[in-house]
């Protein structure tokens, strides 16, 4: 079964698209070109975290077309980065179509997240971790447990950061639970959504971004405000007072992230 799509209205571009969900996009001829919103909030922390081409050690929760990999391939030349992929014939469909650069530093594990960093190394020290994994249209339930999050900590720098993409709606039950995990395990945190998403008018990605060490909370504001996909961040009293009574998720009591409503839809 064909995953990649050929975008029609940009030559050379390609879709990710799984039982009708768009999960990526990618340009080859241009990789900074980040076309979904979320992936685009996910390089701007991550160019926030360290100054401009500084070599980072990344690892990536899910592959998809390699999108996020390959932008800091080449904004971050010489950074050893690795993808936890389990759908082995979606990467051996992208290597077919779409390769990799020679020599840009991305390695791909056929293992599914929680099987991968477990395999990690203590001493590994991410600087930073991009959770970015979909089953079909949902966030697996295991990727947003305590433990999970307490597995990434063991495996992150002293001064990296953590980044998960989550979909939901108001009254966004699903992601302050998540949240509430995450806040337990990394004590500087943001959140970043579309104000769309933020108002409830709209199903939508929202970003949890988590560090040990105080975020760029002021560098991202203005690349929010000066973005070609305007987002607002919560942070602070604001992000404590979103998440407020939420209990979190456990690998007892774990849920994946709920369906976009109407079906499959386009993570943009």
């Excluded at 799509?5 to 390609?14: K, L, M, R």
């Excluded at 980072?56 to 932008?71: E, F, Q």
């Excluded at 949240?179 to 990394?186: D, H, N, T």
């Amino acid at each position: 079964m064909t995953r990649l799509v050929p975008d029609p209205e940009q030559p050379g571009a390609w879709y990710v698209r799984i039982n009708g969900t768009d999960h990526s996009w990618i340009d080859p001829e241009d990789p900074t070109r980040l076309e979904f919103d979320y992936m685009q909030r996910i390089a701007d922390v991550v160019d926030a975290h360290a100054d401009e081409g500084q070599r980072l050690r990344v690892l990536h929760i899910g592959g998809a077309g390699m999108t996020l990999p390959r932008y800091i391939a080449v904004t971050r030349p010489t950074s050893p980065q690795i993808v936890l992929e389990p759908d082995v014939a979606l990467t051996e469909e992208v290597r077919r179509l779409v390769p990799l650069p020679r020599n840009s530093g991305v390695k791909v594990r056929p293992v599914d997240g929680r099987t991968g960093v477990a395999e990690i190394r203590d001493d590994w020290d991410a600087d930073v971790v991009i959770v970015d994994a979909f089953a079909d249209a949902s966030v697996p339930a295991e990727l947003t447990t305590l433990e999970f999050f307490a597995d990434l900590r063991r495996i992150l720098a002293a001064d990296g950061v953590v980044l998960v993409n989550l979909t939901d709606k108001s009254p966004f039950s699903y992601v302050r639970r998540v949240l509430a995990g995450f806040s337990e395990i990394f004590p500087e945190r943001l959140l970043s959504a579309e104000p769309a998403t933020l108002k409830g008018r709209r199903f939508g990605n929202v970003l949890l971004a988590g560090s040990a060490v105080a975020l760029p909370i002021a560098a991202l504001a203005r690349r929010a405000a000066g973005s070609v996909f305007p987002y607002r961040i919560l942070h602070g009293t604001h992000l404590a007072r979103f998440g407020s009574g939420a209990t979190p998720f456990t690998d007892r009591d774990s849920s994946p992230s709920p369906e976009p409503p109407g079906g499959p839809t386009f993570f943009r």
